[in-house]
């Protein structure tokens, strides 16, 4: 039994606990820190999931906290889960909870993030207000989204610490009360675009979380750019070159060029598992929350079998293409299926 465990402040990351707990406990050295709490010192939480988190709770009174107050409240889990089908939710979920070092792959972590160092940050207003209440700063979960720039309560910039954090320093401790370095604050203007996107990060990794069905996204995302002309309305041709100059208007400078091209579109598209960033950019310029994003659109008319209706009744190919904004070649596909 842990003879003391400090609670988690609000949005605070769940490393962020344990840094905390071992600056509180006097330990020298962070191995003796996980140690203690994990049982081993090669089992530490990542910055962005929690570890074998039973083994921990178990040394702590019985209902301080739960596995599940943990994981939702704690850790990016529910950022990185929230467009999963029902069966990935459960599955990821005991994975993050048993610290299965396949999460990040079975997550899609890894793929979506890269090799690339993740630098804490934190909200120079945050950091004061902290002080004040808590008397301590600590890492805020959602300042140390991958994506994340703005700080949403306080509509301001993110400051970097000069503190790195990647995969190969995870048995090294970062306690922000020792290593926040109070760097100048950017007096550029936040721009509404980046406001907008960060809003819905935000909401995408602290909304309530529940297990259904969050792959909806596809036909939302499909119905959306149909109904922008983006999409042709059978489904068949996406037209990627004007949604990519809709993006850069949109965003100009402040997204990553590689988030926005013709590939990583399809790959948004076609039901593949993608960065939640992605869809969110989309989400942003086509004018959808979160609840839209999660919650299937109404019956799509079935538009093959209306061309096939039109052309059994008589009207010609190139007709039925005129109406429907595509060419003759793709009408002759659907209506001789």
């Known amino acids: ?185 950017s007096a550029e203007p936040v721009p509404g675009c980046l406001l907008a996107l960060d809003s819905l990060l935000h909401d995408t990794l602290d909304s309530s979380f529940d297990y259904r069905d969050g792959s909806v996204y596809h036909a939302v995302l499909d119905c959306a750019l149909r109904s922008r002309g983006w999409r042709s309305l059978t489904g068949g041709r996406t037209y990627a070159t004007k949604i990519e100059n809709a993006l850069l208007n949109l965003y100009g400078s402040y997204v990553p060029a590689t988030d926005i091209s013709a590939k990583q579109l399809h790959a948004t598209l076609c039901n593949k598992s993608v960065a939640p960033r992605y869809v969110l950019q989309l989400a942003v310029l086509l004018r959808l929350t979160l609840y839209d994003l999660l919650h299937a659109p109404d019956a799509v008319l079935d538009y093959k079998a209306e061309m096939k209706e039109m052309y059994q009744s008589g009207a010609s190919m190139y007709h039925i293409a005129q109406l429907y904004g595509t060419d003759a070649k793709t009408v002759a596909r659907w209506v001789k299926q």
């Open 1 to 185: 039994m842990i003879s003391f465990f400090p609670s988690p402040y609000p949005d605070e990351l769940w490393y962020s606990v344990i840094c905390r707990y071992h600056v509180h406990s006097g330990n020298y050295c962070a191995k003796h820190t996980l140690r203690q709490l994990y049982g081993d010192n090669f089992c530490a939480p990542s910055l962005m999931l929690c570890g074998p988190i039973n083994t921990l709770l178990a040394q702590l009174p019985q209902g301080f906290l739960s596995a599940k107050d943990v994981v939702m409240q704690h850790t990016f889990y529910p950022y990185y889960a929230r467009f999963f089908p029902t069966q990935r939710k459960r599955s990821t979920y005991a994975y993050v909870v048993n610290g299965n070092p396949l999460t990040v792959h079975r997550m899609g972590i890894s793929q979506a993030n890269g090799n690339h160092c993740s630098v804490m940050r934190y909200c120079p207003v945050c950091y004061q207000e902290d002080l004040q209440l808590h008397g301590e700063p600590y890492w805020h979960r959602s300042h140390q989204l991958p994506d994340m720039q703005i700080c949403t309560k306080h509509r301001c910039w993110l400051v970097d610490t000069d503190v790195a954090y990647n995969s190969t320093r995870q048995q090294e401790l970062f306690p922000a009360s020792f290593t926040m370095q109070l760097k100048k604050q």
